[in-house]
């Protein structure tokens, strides 16, 4: 199985950027790369996803490499909302969900 | 994106007894995933329920355990059945929101078995 490697966790301070990267030497041609984000006591909420070309929308920018065996998720201003568990996923054909340890983001004030 | 209802949000169940968790879809969706999350840790996936044939289970999940029914395109049960404290976790759905979306999820049951 294609797998991610993130760090544990990573702290940011209000109102700036955050820049939560992800390894996935391992994917394959047909993996999409999906973020997903988890609250404290909700469930996960998608963020982004992207193949080959960078991606943007209203939540983040998703920055994929050329060699795509690593991308970057990019929340452009942090707030004390996006305290949260971000996971980075390959997905096969754009689907089957696995979700790894994911990267525990603190936002301070 | 669609809309997920999940029932119940939580519960305190006895060892040895069953419970049945609901995911009601505001659409018609064809594949539901069940994940499990037990605490403190990531989500794990249980299976994949299409409508019309048997859940299709990952390693470690098997259907006397974690029975599935699919009866039709909107909705799903995952039943958690001869429970122990080891099964206490948060219990999720999903569905492919589209594929602008990714995958939506429910906001999970949380079971506590005591």
């Known amino acids: 199985d294609a797998k991610t490697t993130q760090p544990n966790s990573m702290e940011s301070n209000e109102e700036e950027p955050v820049h939560l990267p992800c390894n996935h030497s391992?994917?394959?041609?047909?993996?999409?790369i999906h973020w997903y984000r988890q609250l404290p006591s909700q469930g996960p909420e998608y963020v982004i996803h992207?193949?080959?070309s960078n991606v943007n929308n209203r939540m983040a920018s998703l920055a994929i490499a050329e060699d795509r065996k690593s991308s970057t998720l990019i929340l452009h201003r942090a707030t004390l909302r996006d305290a949260a568990v971000y996971y980075c996923?390959?997905?096969?054909?754009?689907?089957?969900?696995?979700f790894g340890a994911g990267t525990r983001l603190t936002v301070k004030p | 994106s669609a809309v997920i209802s999940q029932k119940p949000s939580r519960d305190i169940c006895q060892r040895g007894t069953s419970l049945t968790i609901q995911c009601q879809v505001d659409?018609?969706?064809?594949?539901m995933f069940w994940y499990r999350q037990q605490p403190g840790q990531s989500l794990t996936l249980i299976a994949t329920?299409?409508?019309?044939?048997?859940?299709?289970?990952e390693s470690g999940f098997v259907i006397d355990k974690f029975p599935i029914s699919r009866p039709n395109l909107t909705f799903s049960t995952l039943t958690v059945s001869n429970m122990s404290p080891e099964d206490s976790s948060i219990y999720l759905c999903?569905?492919?929101?589209?594929?602008?979306?990714?995958?939506?999820f429910g906001s999970g049951t949380r079971l506590t078995v005591v």
């Open positions: 999903s569905v492919v929101g589209g594929e602008l979306y990714g995958y939506t």
């Open positions: 391992t994917i394959s041609g047909t993996d999409y």
């Open positions: 992207g193949l080959t």
């Open positions: 996923i390959l997905a096969p054909n754009n689907n089957d969900m696995r």
């Open positions: 659409s018609q969706v064809t594949m």
């Open positions: 329920a299409n409508q019309g044939s048997e859940a299709t289970y």
